[in-house]
Structure formats: structure tokens, C-alpha cells
């Protein structure tokens, strides 16, 4: 038997509708388009990618996107003195600055001037704490969009065994208080763990955050288990050209696993569908309205 294959395409597709419509409603009821501005700081080809493909969803979704490509040579304090401009301005609900910025520019002061209610990324220490006490705030979209996909298939994770791969403040921390929300049981995996592929063997959901090409194996899952893959991985492929893998070896696990997302075409479409979510939750929140049932 093969796996399900978790389309995260359709599935964010039918996630990017709804709030296309909840957009289209706030508008005509309140005077509201929901606004995110989109920083980013040099050429790195991979993050282009990400920014095209983010503004243009936001785009579709009937939402405004403001794009800020600032030089590769810029100062610290000029970054942060944008993030000042647009933590001011009342059009702007959400902001993201595209990671990882050049080696002169801390991240972490960055991310730290961004307005906690305006952090879609839900990268603030601030957003960070309240997810982690358990208290409402703004959450990181790819483990929030390895969640709800995880959730297609089973929408009841209480009680199973996940294991996640990967401890990163980005995925794989903030995938520890999602899985806790749902009442799974947690283990985090990660270069220092023993028998990587015994612990990843005892998973009923399984989630790979480790950025190496198909570093999971088949024979380190379960059978019948949920396999989410976050890795995007450039390698080579043929006529000299590159191809997208996971971090999981897709043909062996599929012929293991329940169910597994495939890359491209899982995770990332969930990312971003879930920063329209988040754009569209802070926009509510700054608004004074209640976010809506989606
Ligand atoms: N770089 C890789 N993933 C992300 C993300 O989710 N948000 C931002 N801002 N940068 C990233």
C-alpha cells in the first residue's frame, strides 16, 4: 500500500478562498483591506522566490502588499528605521522581513522592533512567550501550516506520539506548543539525539525540520504514520539542472507511511497561506473585531 499523499496545495488553495471572502466581507462591511508589508534586505535567490510568491498571494487574496527591496549594504539602523515608519502606519497590519538577513544586520534586534501585533511571522520574543504560556498572539505560519495539514488526516492528534525533527525558534519550537495544544505527546529530535532513527520509529506523527536532502530514511517510520516534510532543498538533478527535495526520501516512505506531504507541494503553500491567516487575524485584532471562524 502506498501513502496518502497530502496535497498542500489544494488544501491551501480552499484555506486562501476563505479568506479571500473574509477580506471581501471586512471590506464591504467595515471599510477594511487588510495590509502587509514585505522586507527584504539583498539578492539572496531562494528568498526572492519566497517574496514573489508571498506578495502575490496576498494579492490574490485581496489584501494589500507593500514591498520594501532594500540594497544588501544597508545599515541596521536604516532597516530599523523602516520598521519604525511602518509599525506607524495604520495601513500596514502585519510586517515580515524576509530571513536570513546579511551577517552585518541582527536578526534578533530586527525582529524585535517589529510591533508585536503587526509580527505575522509570530517571530517576537513577546509572540514567542504568549504561545509558549499559552496565552492568544501571532504564531509562526509553517508550524501552524504543518498542524492543520497534519490535521487533514486525522483531526484528532490527542494522544499520539510526534515526534518533531529539528529545534529551530522558526519550526521547531513553536511545533512543541502546537502539538501540545492538540494533546499529543512530544518528543523534539536533533543532531545530538541518540538512535535518530529509533525515536523518529516510534512516531504516529512524524514532522522533518532538519534542511538535509532526504536525510530520513524509510525504515525510520512507522508504519501507517503522518509524515510532515518542512525541507526544501536544492540539489542537483539532471541535464545540470536542480531539483526540490525534502528532507525526507519520499519514494521510501511512501510505500511506509498513512499519509505525507510531498515537496514542493506540501508545507510550503501552507506557509503561506497561513501568513494571509495571521495578516488577516492581526488586521481584525488592531481593528477592534472579532476574528471570524474560518
Ligand atoms: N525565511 C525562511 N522562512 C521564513 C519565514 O517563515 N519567514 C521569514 N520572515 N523568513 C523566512
New binding site residues.
Given amino acids: 500500500m502506498t501513502a496518502r499523499i497530502i496535497d498542500g496545495k489544494s488544501i491551501a488553495a480552499d484555506l486562501r478562498g476563505k479568506i479571500a471572502a473574509e477580506v471581501a466581507r471586512l471590506q464591504a462591511a467595515h471599510q477594511l483591506v487588510p495590509g502587509i508589508a514585505v522586507v527584504q534586505v539583498g539578492d539572496n535567490p531562494?528568498?526572492s522566490v519566497?517574496v514573489k510568491s508571498k506578495s502575490k498571494a496576498v494579492a490574490d487574496a485581496g489584501m494589500r502588499a507593500f514591498d520594501h527591496k532594500l540594497p544588501e549594504n544597508v545599515s541596521e539602523a536604516e532597516l530599523l528605521t523602516l520598521i519604525g515608519l511602518l509599525n506607524a502606519d495604520p495601513k500596514v497590519n502585519g510586517i515580515?522581513?524576509?530571513?536570513?538577513l546579511p551577517a552585518h544586520i541582527d536578526a534578533q534586534n530586527v525582529v524585535a522592533a517589529i510591533a508585536a501585533d503587526k509580527d505575522v511571522?509570530g517571530?517576537h520574543p513577546l509572540n514567542a512567550g504568549r504561545h509558549a504560556t499559552g496565552l492568544p498572539g501571532l504564531v509562526?505560519?509553517?508550524p501552524l501550516g504543518c498542524v492543520l495539514l497534519a490535521k487533514t488526516v486525522l483531526p484528532l492528534l490527542a494522544g499520539l506520539e510526534a515526534v518533531v525533527i529539528g529545534r529551530s525558534n522558526?519550526v521547531g519550537k513553536p511545533l512543541v506548543q502546537l502539538l501540545l495544544a492538540e494533546n499529543a505527546t512530544v518528543t523534539v529530535a536533533h543532531s545530538k539525539t541518540r538512535d535518530l532513527p529509533g525515536v523518529c520509529r516510534r512516531a504516529d506523527v512524524l514532522i522533518a525540520a532538519i534542511g538535509r536532502p532526504e536525510m530520513v530514511r524509510g525504515d525510520w517510520i512507522k508504519p501507517g504514520a503522518i509524515v510532515i516534510d518542512v525541507g526544501i532543498n536544492r540539489v542537483p538533478g539532471e541535464a545540470g539542472k536542480s531539483r526540490i527535495v525534502g528532507d525526507v526520501a519520499f519514494a521510501e516512505a511512501e510505500k511506509i507511511a498513512g499519509a505525507i506531504t510531498p515537496v514542493p507541494g506540501g508545507v510550503g503553500p501552507m506557509?503561506i497561506a497561513c501568513?494571509l491567516l495571521n495578516t488577516l487575524r492581526a488586521a481584525c485584532a488592531q481593528n477592534g473585531l472579532s476574528f471570524p471562524a474560518l
Fill in positions: 531562494a528568498s519566497y515580515l522581513v524576509q530571513l536570513p511571522d517571530f509562526p505560519c509553517t522558526i506557509t501568513l
